[in-house]
T-cell receptor, first 113, second 112 residues
Framework: GENVEQHPSTLSVQEGDSAVIKCTYSDSASNYFPWYKQELGKRPQLIIDIRSNVGEKKDQRIAVTLNKTAKHFSLHITETQPEDSAVYFCAALSSGSARQLTFGSGTQLTVLP | DGGITQSPKYLFRKEGQNVTLSCEQNLNHDAMYWYRQDPGQGLRLIYYSQIVNDFQKGDIAEGYSVSREKKESFPLTVTSAQKNPTAFYLC???????????FGPGTRLTVL
């Protein structure tokens, strides 16, 4: 099955700096890669996603890049703000009839004021 | 967010007891999912259902059971066979398999 690895597990940045979180996946047929943000005690919420026919996608301060050859994708947050502090999860959608999401282990992002 | 609900928010269980967690959605979604989240770990798939009256095991189905008798509802039973059930349980739904998943607020289960 699919295996997703996420790095780093914790990340601290100064307010206004950029943050980058990286994930690798094992199934070359995976074709959908969402990123979720989870604040403490809350439900995960989708912040951005990308499909395998696209190399990059942006939404204001957030961007995701995908390298299908290397089987890795990254989340980029620019001009970080304290409210960006949360746990971020990447995921990959496996191929075949199962079509289930496999999640990375999460990155705790702390934005220091 | 209000389209998918879980109850109760907190649940305490004695060892050896079965307990059922509720998940309801009014989004008219075909697919529903149950995940388990442990501290410092990602979400692990327990069971999923792509359509009413059908469901499949996920990566960690042992000690759990589900039913999908109605499109809106996907209850999860944690049985006494689950050796370490204390965790945060999240239900999700999507319009169909492979599309964006929307999560419920979660149920925190503690075994005493």
């Amino acid at each position: 099955g699919e295996n997703v690895e996420q790095h780093p597990s914790t990340l601290s940045v100064q307010e206004g700096d950029s943050a980058v979180i990286k994930c690798t996946y094992s199934d070359s047929a995976s074709n959908y890669f969402p990123w979720y943000k989870q604040e403490l005690g809350k439900r995960p919420q989708l912040i951005i996603d990308i499909r395998s026919n696209v190399g990059e996608k942006k939404d204001q301060r957030i961007a995701v890049t995908l390298n299908k050859t290397a089987k890795h994708f990254s989340l980029h947050i620019t001009e970080t703000q304290p409210e960006d502090s949360a746990v971020y999860f990447c995921a990959a959608l496996s191929s075949g009839s199962a079509r289930q999401l496999t999640f990375g282990s999460g990155t705790q992002l702390t934005v220091l004021p | 967010d209000g389209g998918i609900t879980q109850s109760p928010k907190y649940l305490f269980r004695k060892e050896g007891q079965n307990v059922t967690l509720s998940c309801e959605q009014n989004l008219n979604h075909d697919a529903m999912y149950w995940y388990r989240q442990d501290p410092g770990q990602g979400l692990r798939l327990i069971y999923y259902s792509q359509i009413v009256n059908d469901f499949q095991k996920g990566d960690i189905a042992e000690g759990y059971s589900v039913s999908r008798e109605k499109k809106e509802s996907f209850p999860l039973t944690v049985t006494s066979a689950q050796k370490n059930p204390t965790a945060f349980y999240l239900c999700a739904s999507s319009i169909e398999s492979g599309q964006e998943q929307f999560f419920g607020p979660g149920t925190r289960l503690t075994v005493l």
